[in-house]
């Protein structure tokens, strides 16, 4: 059988809508997998960083639903199969579903989202960064794309474990009997060793160098965040939008072919 005027329209409107979300679940698998394969660039192959490769596997599973849904719809309107239009219309529903579902949670939880993530990261800060390799690359990472240092502000590495007499620490900074403590390389705004080892040699109650960011990585998160909602959420109303044609288009198909 095969489809004429308005519907022959639509119905490569389908394939091309499909075609452009099967491409899209390659994109998302592929980097999940070099994501996977690369994750010493923040991560660090250790055994505590169980938690960030399981969230690797959520996107690399995320980009195998999406890359098979975009297949099934291809087939489904090139064949003009009910059956598998019907099916790709059930699954894009549920995950159209989910991003309501996530959005709305987020936007009513957000206040203490960002209290977990507060907590989270000055425990990283103060107790974890030196005794996981994980997590002191992640951290180095942050600071050093966001430019920042710390969780609020650069003193708290002064009662962190990077400061602390515990030898256990990959590297112990200056103790307090000295009246300075030290900061992360990560800190530094110079890519030079020899200056920033002057800059992040810090007394207690003292001000930082200029050669510090003096900015912490949790208000600069959030800012980050802030000054980028207009382009986020414009960006997932857009796919929304191109949801919902793919699903009014879908079943309109799958109408049009039951009818013929």
Known sequence: MG???????????????????????????????????????????????????????????????????????????????????????????????AEITGGVWAWMYKDEVNKIIELQVTKMVKDEYGASKSVQNTIDAVQHDLHC????????????????????????????????YILPATCCKTKNPDICDLHRKVKFAGQVFDGIYTEGCIPRLQRYFEDNMIIMVGIGIGVGIIQVLGLIFSMALCCAIRSE
């Open 3 to 97: 489809l004429t005027g308005c519907y022959a329209c639509m119905k490569y409107l389908v394939v091309i809508f499909n075609l452009i979300f099967w491409l899209t679940g390659i994109g998302v698998l592929a980097v999940s997998i070099w994501l996977y394969f690369d994750s010493s660039v923040y991560l660090g192959n250790t055994d505590d960083s169980y938690m960030y490769f399981v969230a690797i596997f959520v996107l690399m599973a995320a980009g195998a639903i999406m890359f098979l849904i975009g297949l099934l719809g291809c087939c489904g309107a090139l064949q003009e199969s009910p059956c598998m239009l019907g099916t790709f219309f059930i699954f894009l529903l549920m995950i159209f579903a």
């Open 149 to 180: 240092c710390g969780a609020m502000q650069p003193s708290d590495w002064a009662h962190s474990r990077l400061n602390s007499k515990d030898k256990s620490a990959v590297e112990v900074g200056i103790s307090k009997t000295t009246g300075f």
